[in-house]
């Protein structure tokens, strides 16, 4: 499956953006996918996921509350919704995909989209 990830921009601290990851491919309800960011001179860090029917979400501690996760599997793309934004928040995203089951850890994902770039001014 190929991914692209598109929706990100600059704002203020408060703003919202909603990211989009279109998929090509009519496989993609049997992939779980995740969200993740990275920052200058940081780690990939996991940032939410939805399973494969849209049922299960799971976010980071550092999100929850603020940032929403949905797919539309019709449409074969998934979104993450992000309000009450942070310049803590800024970052390159990147939507990823991996069969089955879900998972936080940045390796289990094998297809990844380019990344969007966020970024949150205080």
């Known amino acids: 499956v190929q991914l692209q990830a598109s929706g990100g921009g600059l704002v203020q601290a408060g703003d919202s953006l909603r990211l989009s990851c279109a998929a090509s491919?009519?496989?993609?309800?049997?992939?779980?996918v995740g969200w993740f960011r990275q920052a200058p001179g940081e780690e990939r860090d996991f940032v939410s996921a939805?399973?494969?029917?849209?049922?299960?979400?799971y976010y980071a501690d550092s999100v929850k509350g603020r940032f929403t996760i949905s797919r539309d599997n019709s449409k074969y793309t998934a979104y993450l919704q992000m309000n009450s934004l942070k310049p803590e928040d800024t970052a390159v995203y990147y939507c990823a995909a991996v069969q089955g089951s879900y998972s936080d850890n940045v390796k289990k994902y094998n297809y990844w989209g380019q990344g969007t770039q966020v970024t949150v001014s205080s």
């Open positions: 939805i399973s494969t029917g849209g049922f299960r979400v």
């Open positions: 491919g009519r496989t993609f309800s049997s992939y779980t």
